[in-house]
């Protein structure tokens, strides 16, 4: 086997400290990136939910109140 043209190079102790830092890096920023992104959905479903939760409250409140007027209307109807 013929190497011309071609040399290995070696990678030094402090090259390979550094190379494992960034790799170690990059996965654990990818981690904390793939957790926010759990919590942002979570978040986007919990508020989806509570306005769900506000709109049907309103809408039942509001029809007690239509309720209640209309009693009222009819009562002084009869006065």
């Known amino acids: 086997m013929s190497q011309e043209g071609y040399k290995r190079r070696r990678v030094s102790t402090e090259e390979c400290r550094e190379n494992n830092f960034n790799d170690r890096l990059i ?6 990136a793939n957790m926010l992104n ?17 709109r049907d409250y309103n809408d039942s409140l509001v029809s007690a109140l239509n309720k209640i007027s209309d009693a009222l209307t009819k009562i002084a109807d009869k006065l």
């Open 27 to 32: 996965d654990v920023l990818e981690k904390n």
């Open 38 to 54: 759990a919590r942002m959905e979570a978040e986007n479903t919990n508020c989806q939910l509570e306005r769900d939760q506000r």
